[in-house]
């Protein structure tokens, strides 16, 4: 089933998945009501998402603070690895883990993925990272420890500066080829492919429900993306929407 989300930037059309039924059925249902029209996108930050579906935003003053409105009902999450937060990605925004540790889904509220390019290779650096200091903070490695702290101790005098630092890049060189002895990095997954590619939020992977992707108007994300934004991410010259169900 796809949706059209229109704005005064153009039109997105939206594939919205089989596999996450209740949001899929849920968001359906509130745009053949009208739900959406006239709604804005009240959070918008660039490099990042474009949010909306508070129905207090309608005919909102512009100093009002948005995010906190629904349709007075939440969904269970719907989060399956096969569905991600690549650039298009229609997800359902939430409150936090805090006060909501099943993850529920606002009943009415959504974003829109802008995100920005990954470059592959990212996860293996963290990786590395993470055994490099595994690997320091071993007692039997207490050495590798204190050296460090000498070289930084070394570079907070001026004067032997350039000397601490290629002293700290020589250890990190050898801790690494001993931390990272037998360690073969993964191969780039697809899913790492396209993160480089077109870019997303990867870090959002997992915590929130991806019920569809816009299929059409990815530009339209990068217009509404950039529009000037005042304290809050409310942009400052309201973006207001309608959905229609395409049948």
Do not use: C, W
């Not at 993470?130 to 007692?139: A, D, F, L």
């Not at 019920?211 to 990068?222: P, W």
Request: hydrophobic share 30%.
């Amino acid at each position: 089933m796809r949706v059209k989300i229109s704005t005064p930037f153009g039109d997105m059309i939206a594939e919205l998945y089989n596999e996450t039924p209740q949001h899929r059925d849920n968001f359906i249902k509130l745009a053949e009501e009208g739900f959406y029209n006239d709604l804005l996108f009240h959070r918008v930050i660039s490099g990042f998402m474009i949010q909306g579906g508070d129905p207090d935003s309608k005919g909102a003053a512009p100093e009002q603070r948005l995010g906190s409105g629904g349709p007075g009902y939440t969904i269970e999450a719907e989060i399956l690895p096969q569905f991600y937060h690549k650039k298009g990605a229609l997800s359902a925004a939430r409150t936090g883990d805090g006060a909501n540790p099943e993850r529920r889904s606002s009943g009415s509220q959504f974003y829109v993925v802008q995100g920005r390019p990954v470059p592959m290779g990212g996860s293996n650096v963290q990786k590395e990272n993470q055994m490099m200091q595994e690997y320091i903070r071993k007692p039997e490695n207490a050495e590798y420890m204190e050296r460090l702290k000498g070289y930084q101790q070394m570079a907070s005098d001026p004067a032997k500066l350039q000397e601490a630092q290629q002293k700290i890049q020589e250890l990190t060189e050898e801790i690494r080829g001993k931390a990272l002895e037998g360690y073969v990095p993964p191969e780039p997954t697809e899913k790492d492919k396209l993160y480089a590619e077109i870019g997303g939020t990867p870090h959002l992977d997992g915590a929130y429900t991806v019920f569809g992707e816009v299929v059409e108007g990815l530009d339209v994300i990068d217009k509404i993306a950039a529009v000037k934004t005042a304290p809050g991410d409310r942009p400052v010259e309201d973006v207001k929407m309608s959905v229609s169900v395409i049948k």
